[in-house]
C-alpha cells in the first residue's frame, strides 16, 4: 500500500504585550499560500469523540468593523455552500442563504 499523502496548513499568529493579535499569516503549500497576511480568521473542528465543534476565532487590532462585517456575511454565504455539498439539504440551504440576504439587508452591505 502506498504511503498516504499528507498536506499541511500552517496559521502564525503575532500577539502584542496583552496576547492580543497584532497580525495573522497563513500559509497552504499545495494551495500556492505562502505567509500570507489576514486580518481575521474562523477555524472549526469537529471532535467526534466529544460530540461537539472546537473554534478557534481571531482578528487583529487593525480589522475595521465594515470588513468584520463583510467576513462575516462571506462566511455565512460560504458555510451555506458547504451545507449544502456536504448534506444535499436544498430546502434548508435557501434558508440559510435567505438568512444571508437578510444580514447583508440589515448591515447595509448588500451589493
Request: hydrophobic content about 40%; some cysteine; proline content about 3%.
Amino acid at each position: 500500500m502506498p504511503d498516504k499523502i499528507k498536506s499541511k496548513i500552517e496559521l502564525t499568529v503575532e500577539l502584542d504585550e496583552n496576547r492580543v493579535p497584532e497580525k495573522l499569516f497563513w500559509t497552504a503549500q499545495d494551495g500556492g499560500v505562502s505567509n500570507e497576511e489576514a486580518k481575521a480568521m474562523m477555524l472549526s473542528v469537529w471532535d467526534a469523540n466529544a460530540q461537539e465543534t472546537l473554534r478557534i476565532d481571531l482578528w487583529t487590532k487593525e480589522m475595521p468593523v465594515d470588513e468584520m462585517k463583510v467576513f462575516f456575511h462571506q462566511t455565512l454565504v460560504a458555510m451555506s455552500d458547504t451545507f449544502n455539498r456536504a448534506t444535499q439539504d436544498e430546502k434548508m440551504t435557501a434558508t440559510m442563504k435567505d438568512f444571508c440576504d437578510y444580514f447583508a439587508e440589515k448591515l447595509e452591505i448588500k451589493k
